[in-house]
């Protein structure tokens, strides 16, 4: 007996849409690798930069949905390139989640007052970076 088609598959003539991009930015290949890795098993499409000014002119060219960015890169650091990222006109819109080793009440307070949208701390839970990509991605939308 055949079986019907899935919901996910059923569409009526319209492509569906292509997942958010999401650029992620650190100067650790290892955390890089491993972010990239867990962001395309969870279906996104990814881009990458080791350093902030890369980053910056990536956020600029690509517009992905999200910035992952570490707050300690060579170039630019990821404070400063969130700060850029909402100054600018063409991405002021980004939302912008700080991955960090930098855990003090005070660093993660400056990374909100930069204008970060989520701040999650080094080690973290792979599980819980997926959670909080879908929820600032569902808040954009």
């Given at each position: 007996?055949?079986?019907?088609?899935?919901?996910?598959?059923?569409?009526?003539?319209?492509?569906?849409?292509?997942?958010?991009?999401?650029?992620?930015?650190?100067?650790?290949?290892?955390?890089?690798?491993?972010?990239?890795?867990?962001?395309?098993?969870a279906g996104y499409r990814t881009i990458t930069a080791s350093d902030?000014?890369?980053?910056?002119?990536?956020?600029?060219?690509?517009?992905?949905?999200?910035?992952?960015?570490?707050?300690?890169?060579?170039?630019?650091?990821?404070?400063?390139?969130?700060?850029?990222?909402?100054?600018?006109?063409?991405?002021?819109?980004?939302?912008?989640?700080?991955?960090?080793?930098?855990?003090?009440?005070?660093?993660?307070?400056?990374?909100?007052?930069?204008?970060?949208?989520?701040?999650?701390?080094?080690?973290?839970?792979?599980?819980?970076?997926?959670?909080?990509?879908?929820?600032?991605?569902?808040?954009?939308?």
């Amino acid at each position: 007996m055949p079986v019907p088609p899935s919901p996910a598959t059923v569409w009526d003539g319209v492509r569906p849409p292509a997942p958010p991009s999401i650029l992620v930015a650190d100067d650790d290949e290892d955390i890089l690798d491993l972010v990239a890795f867990k962001l395309r098993g969870a279906g996104y499409r990814t881009i990458t930069a080791s350093d902030g000014l890369t980053a910056l002119d990536l956020a600029e060219r690509e517009r992905p949905g999200l910035m992952i960015l570490d707050v300690s890169m060579p170039g630019l650091d990821g404070l400063t390139v969130c700060h850029a990222i909402h100054r600018s006109a063409a991405t002021w819109d980004i939302p912008v989640l700080i991955l960090s080793a930098r855990a003090r009440p005070y660093d993660i307070d400056l990374g909100f007052a930069i204008g970060a949208d989520d701040y999650l701390t080094k080690p973290f839970s792979p599980t819980e970076l997926l959670q909080r990509v879908e929820s600032l991605l569902t808040a954009g939308k």
